[in-house]
Nanobody, 112 residues
Framework: VQLVESGGGLVQPGGSLRLSCAAS????????MSWYRQAPGKERELVAS????????NYADSVKGRFTISRDNFKNIVYLQMLSLKPEDTAVYYC??????WGQGTQVTVSS
């Protein structure tokens, strides 16, 4: 099983990024997928989650209205579109799914 995140980087406050997580080694379309993040000195927290079909999503209160999770069950990719980024969104973002597997993470830094 592999989960490979990409799309992180440095962005100014108010900017946007789209994270991608490419999955392989399991039946992607059968599993809920989630994005978590971990900021320095803080616990890892759930950011967003999407059902296996994509028909149901949920978000942390801190990102509602700014972030959108989606998935492509043909390409085996889950996305996290992040708009109106704030400095407090700075963290390592992780993709998880497939029954408990995690990616290596991608750094998102929001700073002027």
């Amino acid at each position: 099983v592999q989960l490979v995140e990409s799309g992180g980087g440095l962005v100014q406050p108010g900017g946007s990024l789209r994270l991608s997580c490419a999955a392989s080694g399991f039946t992607f379309r059968s599993y809920r997928m989630s994005w978590y993040r971990q900021a320095p000195g803080k616990e890892r927290e759930l950011v967003a989650s999407i059902s296996s079909t994509g028909g149901s999503t949920n978000y942390a209160d801190s990102v509602k209205g700014r972030f959108t999770i989606s998935r492509d069950n043909f390409k085996n990719i889950v996305y996290l579109q992040m708009l109106s980024l704030k400095p407090e969104d700075t963290a390592v973002y992780y993709c998880t799914g497939g029954g408990g597997f995690w990616g290596q993470g991608t750094q998102v830094t929001v700073s002027s």
